[in-house]
């Protein structure tokens, strides 16, 4: 093989190396499947006293999801920039509406959005633009993102806040969940709510 030849195979090397880098960066991980435990995230303390109400939360620099008085919580991982979480912002809102007007539900399932990526400015406009009730928490420099995986967004999780303190997956999906209603009754069916 000729000097030009190595070069050619070198620098295609280098260029496939890092396309195969980007694409796993691009895709993400692993996320914790239907009957893992969730891993143990440490989230900040949402500055809005209605936020920590809702949560239940009280006191303190910061939170994990156990600690939220419900028995389940419907986690969106989302981005200020992805086009499919504009896009399902209404339908998320939704769901929270269907929830909280449910005088047996309201108590026991809770949702928290976490914007991958996204600076507390910039989860503050995706708040604010779509008239989202529900808590949202800032992870800007990927820490959360990170620990469950580094999903592609929306990625929904319902998580089961169990007795003894655990917490344990039984939703875990990339994209769209459909019409709330029917979302809604799946996660209760799904969590054992009833």
Not at 161 to 179: A, M, P, R, W
Request: include cysteine.
């Amino acid at each position: 093989m000729n000097r030009k030849n190595m070069k050619i195979t070198l620098i295609a090397t280098i260029i496939a190396m890092s396309l195969g880098m980007l694409n796993w960066t691009a895709f993400g991980g692993t996320p914790p499947q239907v009957g893992e435990v969730f891993p143990d995230i440490t989230l900040p303390i949402p500055e809005n006293d209605a936020d920590k109400a809702y949560l239940g939360i009280k006191g303190g620099d910061s939170f994990t999801i156990p600690q939220i008085k419900a028995r389940v919580v419907i986690i969106e991982i989302f981005s200020m920039y992805c086009p499919y979480c504009q896009r399902e912002a209404p339908k998320v809102n939704q769901l929270y509406s269907l929830i909280d007007n449910d005088p047996v539900l309201r108590d026991k399932i809770k949702m928290l959005g976490i914007g991958a990526g996204n600076s507390p400015f910039e989860v503050g406009v995706f708040k604010g633009k779509y008239n989202v009730p529900f808590p949202l928490i800032s992870d800007g420099d990927f820490t959360l993102y990170k620990r469950i995986g580094e999903v592609r967004t929306p990625y929904f999780f319902g998580v089961r806040i169990n007795d003894d303190g655990t917490h344990q997956v039984f939703y875990s999906k990339l994209g769209e969940f459909g019409g709330p209603e029917e979302f809604l009754k799946s996660m209760v069916q799904l969590s054992g709510l009833k």
